[in-house]
């Protein structure tokens, strides 16, 4: 819904899926593969299966950035990521709130512990600006994920706002960062995403004890 595709994937020659694209990313999803309205209840088996076929079973091509999106926690997802993939780094996104800030900790010292270089904290949801009066309100806190990463010694690479336009793109299929590239939030997309690239940029000088995979 977000990226507006309601299609499902071709298959190659050689049983792999060719990614989506749209706004010139490539995408794969459960979502293309399932009824709209269909759950996914799966065991951690299946799981661990469909991860692997929405990495390796497809057709991704020349990528400049390969971002998988994964839950809350340090179950068998995100294990079964850390052992069948080589990973440039994890990336922390958690709003402010201390209930929140709970599984974040969690996610980095699990990556931590499995060999995955931290890339850092973003805060989501980091405040609401009032259109009217600008006065920003701190919803779920203030700072509580800039605040954790520096406790943890980890950097921190960005704060997104609350902001309407962001939903409404959202349900629309239209990123805010092409209905509106020169907004503030567009800004803030754009400032936390190189920030990223960045310390992706410094990780890749720095010598790997990893094999390279080629998927």
């Not at 309601?6 to 794969?28: A, L, Q, W």
Request: charged content about 20%; glycine content about 8%.
């Amino acid at each position: 819904m977000m990226m507006k595709i309601d299609r499902k994937p071709h298959i190659t020659e050689d049983k792999k899926m060719i990614p989506i694209e749209n706004y010139g990313v490539k995408c794969m999803s459960m979502g293309f593969l399932v009824e709209k309205d269909a759950p996914i209840v799966w065991r951690g088996p299946m799981v661990m299966s469909a991860l692997v076929k929405m990495t390796r079973g497809v057709d991704w091509g020349n990528l400049d950035i390969l971002v998988v999106d994964m839950p809350p926690g340090t179950g068998d997802a995100q294990l079964t990521m850390t052992q069948n993939l080589q990973l440039s780094g994890a990336l922390i996104v958690s709003t402010p709130q201390d209930i929140a800030l709970l599984d974040a900790r969690r996610g980095a010292n699990m990556f931590s512990k499995v060999g995955v270089p931290l890339l850092g904290f973003v805060e989501n949801l980091s405040f609401f600006k009032c259109p009217h009066c600008g006065e920003p309100s701190f919803i779920f806190g203030k700072e509580g994920a800039r605040n954790t990463a520096a406790s943890m010694g980890h950097n921190f690479l960005g704060e997104i706002p609350l902001e309407v336009d962001v939903r409404k793109g959202s349900d629309e299929g239209i990123p805010v960062v092409i209905s509106a590239p020169d907004s503030a939030i567009s800004k803030a997309y754009g400032d936390t995403a190189q920030n990223v690239v960045n310390k992706l940029e410094e990780l890749s000088n720095e010598p790997s004890l990893h094999p390279e995979i080629n998927l």
